[in-house]
């Protein structure tokens, strides 16, 4: 690997991660000041390449090499601390994906949930939150999913442990696994029939599959020594030795190997790491800390005094000459010395006639040879742009917009939640609900990740107009959204008239007194049966939608009225009969 010292230009042998790793740690060394430093003894290269796993003769340990080279996914983790937009990104995308936290959905439509079966689905629910609550034993699970997007959004790929109870096989914990420290191995050349516990309606099947399976393994260095850990992917059978990647005979519990699931930033045809999705946008990533580092280091090495002193009918002194040179070379460079003035002396020159004028002495600013402002700014501006493209964020979600309305911020939000942050957390929530939570028990309920409310209030309220117009907006449906909104727990009407729209409960309810008014003799405010009369219509309110809910309520209310006649009839003739 190319040391830090020799040079900060790329060379035609280098990769451009080999040339990233140069730049950071000569960087670091310009920042803090360091004069004649040498070459670098900070540890950049591959941790793996001392333990001659890469080139193991040993197929079922020889390990894969990332697709951008040995260190670089070390390397591209790092390079967040770097960039001056990638954090920005990253975080973003913790926040709007990871950081709602989640929520446990009925895995069929409440309406079709069998009652009976309602006590064991709360007691699901309740065992599942459990889970999900204590399960990372670091902090909280939304906290474990913006580590692993981390890892995603940086170096490509994303490690999540699952470690399971030793006597009853059940998983009981998750931990997040730095994916700088992880290395993926070939797939087996043996496929492995295994029984996949699968989630399907309201209860959970199995079904035997052939799979091929990989292992990993992670390399730490520390107080000395070098550890060495394997694990196998999630859903394999067969018992590994931790220690040595091998595998175990059956019934032997020691040094038992956990579980991996893998993630990956987007698919790679050649490996299984996968790269970060600004990966093409790397040059720019290191031109703008260029730029930057030129901007700060003008402070301490700047050469261009703010004013000059010059005397004109003179000759300088040599002690003026000593001078100047002293000022470029020593007293300019320093924040200390920013104003720094130079001082000219002259004596007086006779000329051809044995004359001599007497020097006349003037002050010249030399600010317009001297940089105003940070140079660079529209490079570094394009840049940004072309690293947040490559996340397709807007620069509301950067903190970049300074000039958007509501109207234009509200629709920056809809069309990133739609087309970045939502794919995304489907995507997990498939994982989850794929291997997860069938490992888990979960029959009755399915894992969903919450995100951002970006529903306008007036669309929403356009919404609700539109389906109660069309007899479709129940009473159940209305606290389902409102709790969504206000992200809180608004229970379920259980009565019957909580799943019937609020225009049939009402028609049903003035039908109601409609019926026993002409059971009692007659219509209140006129009318009665048998005249061919009407019932008094309402007066207009004026708006169309108040008016076809109207006039449903009377058509609704004279079939019911006649029903409810013919039924009386029908008694009193059988009564007159008996």
Known sequence: MAKASKTDSPTPADSLIDYAQRVRVASILRIRGAKGAGESNAILDDPFAESSLYNSGDTARHILVPPMGEGSLRTLSDMIEESNILGQCVQAYQTNIDGFGHKLELAVKSEDFPKEKKDEADAEKER???FFTYCFAEGSFPELRQRLRRDIET????????????????VNRLNHVPSHTMRQTVYDKDQVVVTEHRQVGLDITDAKVARRFRTFVQIQYGAGRKEEVWFKEFGDPRAMDKTTGKWKAKGDKTNLATEIISFRCTYNATSPYSVPRWAGNLPSILGSRAAEEINLLYFDNKAIPPMVVTVSGGALTKGTVKRIENLINYKLKGRE?????????AMPVQDGSGKSAAPRVEIKPLTDAAIKDALFMGYDGENRKKVRSSFRLTPLYTGESEDLTRATAEASMQVVEEQVFRPERVAFDYVVNRWLMPELGAKYHKFVSVGPNVTLNEDLVAALTAGETAGSMTPNIGRRLLADITESDIP?????????????????VKADA???????????????PGTGQEPPAAPAPGKAFERGLE???????????LEAMQQELKRRKAKREG
């Open 155 to 170: 170096s490509g790929p994303g490690y999540i442990e699952v470690l399971r109870d030793q006597t009853t096989g059940f």
């Open 551 to 561: 006039r449903r309520l009377r058509e609704a209310a004279r079939g019911y009225v």
């Open 128 to 130: 599942l939150e459990e």
């Open 337 to 345: 010395n920013f104003h720094e003035p130079l001082i000219l002396e």
């Open 492 to 508: 379920q009407i259980a009565e019957p008239w909580g799943d019937v729209p609020f225009s049939l409960t009402l028609a049903q």
């Open 514 to 528: 409609l019926a026993q008014a002409a059971l009692l003799g007659g219509f209140p405010g006129g009318g009665a």
